[in-house]
Structure formats: C-alpha cells, structure tokens
C-alpha cells in the first residue's frame, strides 16, 4: 500500500518554511513548520447556533470560534433571520496539488510550482490511502462504536477496512454496481440497480429492499424511515417494522423529479431532494408531500447539507448556495459561493475542538474546508 503521512508540527518558537508558503517544500521530514501560525480570532457574537449533519445537534452560545487557515463560510452577527448579516468571507483556494509529485516523479523540486503535499491548512493530517477498488467509490460508511469502515465502488464490491491496520479485510463481490452505500445505527445500506440492500453487522442478517427503478443514487435516513432516490426521479420510503419476515415496511414513492435524484438530506423535520434536473425539492416527513420546489441552480445538484436553519447545496454549476427560511415558510439563497472547479460533493464533521467544519470535494480532486460559526 503506498502510504503518505503528514505530520502535526509545533507551532511556538519555530519558524515557518517559506517554501512551504510558497507550495514548493518537497522535503520529508522538514526542519521547519508546515503550517501557519493562527492570528488572534476576531470578536464576533453568533447568540445560540445550532448545527447539524444529520446528527444530534451541538449549540453554543459561549465559544467564539477562530479563523485560521480553514476558511469562513457564514458569519452571523447574532439574527438569524436577517439575511444581510450573514457575512461572505471566503478566502482563494489552496494551490494544486502536483500531478508528478503524486507518482513520485516530479523533476521540478523546489522549482515546482504546485504543491508537493496532500494538506495545506490547520488541524487535520493524511493517515493512509486506502487503494483498492478498482473503479470509483461511490460511498464511505464508518458506523458508530464499529472500528470497520466500508466503501462501495462502480467495481461491484464492498470492501470492509479495519480501521487500525488499514488494511482490507474483507471482499463482498456483489456482482454489479454499487452506486451508493450509507450506514444507519447497525445498519449498512448498499445502493444498487433495482434495488437496496441491508445489512445488519450486529445480527449478520441480509435484506434485499425491491422497489426502485434504475440505479440507486441516492439514500439518507430520518423519522424511523429509510428513503431511497433512483435514477427515474422516484425515490422510495421504508419505515422500521416489526415484521418477521423483514424489518422494512415500504410506505410510500415520492414522486416530481422528472430526472435522477443525486441526492437526500433530512432536517428540521423537512427531507430534501436534489436532482440531475437542477432542482430541490422540499418534502414534509409527516405527510410526505412536496411542499416547495427550489429552481436557483442551472446545473446537476449531486449534494446537499442542513445545517441549523440553513441548507446547503452544491451544483455542477460551480456554486454552492445557502438557503435560508425568510418569511410564510419558504426557503430563499442568502449567499452564492463560486468554486472555479466545480463541486461535486459536501461533507460536514466537527473538527477535534468541536467546529463544525464544512468540506467541499471539487472536480481537480481537491477538498477545500470551510468553518462555520459555532
């Protein structure tokens, strides 16, 4: 396994590379610090913000969160109603990481204009490279208490990784496509053509979840139920059962895409759906009705986030657009951040001091951080 490590460095009395400012140091190890020395964080009030991945909500009202080399996505000056004080503080991107570097073949050295490392910023490190699959991983999963982390790939395989070695230790052949794979409490759920399947890792018992027309792109789970988007703009719901024979009940279709649903998320009691006809649709969880339509991207919208009483959403269109609630319910874009290489997927995660941290993965196979307000 070709494994690249990064290494967290002291940050008092040493000095910062300059080649590494400049994107050029291709020494390992370096004598001198990779990583910048975080100026005094700006006062700012944000009053009770909450935030949320599809987990249990984090609020705080006391801590006032930095600034350093991760980049600020919103500032709120304390109303959260008032969509003009939702500050736009992006910062440029990170340089390109070197095509050659990556093969350990680059001839250029300190001359080389790109970056000769796998990070630049604050607060995370590369641990391994996991390179097995075959073809493209259409989803990662590491279940909670679990040290085994899952990936599916368009090679027709799950593989299982134990988390302390990095090395694979389990092959499921599944004969086609995975084409997205989430996990839910003990659950693991693989998306397939025509299909879902669960897994349970407690009880190791198999389900196969019939219903869907096309490949499954797209899955989240909220409300006790499972919902899953196929390719013909229908997604499905499957709601906890008692049932003997499977614990998945299906409730209902949902149908008004005209093309593939890409993407699911849940919050506030609202289910979100993005689709390769450029549009959001807002779904109440209790009626399971569409309740809004959102038509701002011009593009594919293959992600989307909530976060507290904001969503996120990314589009081929190269922009990530932040909604918020206005008035009488409806859901308008506050702000509009341009990526210049298009975003293909968003990520949320609390960072190791508890910053919610959004990440955006581009099509130059980068993944740019943006921090949120906490």
Partial sequence: MDTKFARRTERIGRTTCSYWRAGKCNRNPC???HIETPSPPAACGYGNTAYSYGKKPHSSSENTPKYGSKKALLRDNGDRGDATRVAKAFKKSSPRICKYWINNNCVHGEQCLYLHSWFRGDGFSTVTKLQEHKKVITGIALPVGSDKLYSGSTDGTVRIWDCHTGQCAKVINLGAEVTSLISEGSWIFVGLQNAVKA??????????????KGRVRAMTVGNNTLFAGAEDG??????GSSKADSPFE?????TGHTKAVVCLAVGCQMLYSGSMDQSIKVWDMDTLQCTM??????DVVPSLICWDQYLLSSSSDRTIK???????????VIYTHTEENGVVSLFGMPDAEGKPILFSSCRDNS???YELPS
């Fill in 322 to 332: 932040v909604w918020a609630c206005i008035e009488a319910g409806s859901l308008e």
């Fill in 293 to 298: 339509t959102l038509n701002d991207h011009t």
């Fill in 31 to 33: 004598r001198f610090v």
């Fill in 367 to 369: 993944v740019h951080m």
């Fill in 234 to 239: 229908v997604f499905f719901a499957w709601r």
């Fill in 199 to 212: 897994w349970n890792i407690q009880t190791m018992s198999e389900f196969t979840l019939d219903g869907p």
């Fill in 250 to 254: 299906l409730v209902a279709s949902l």
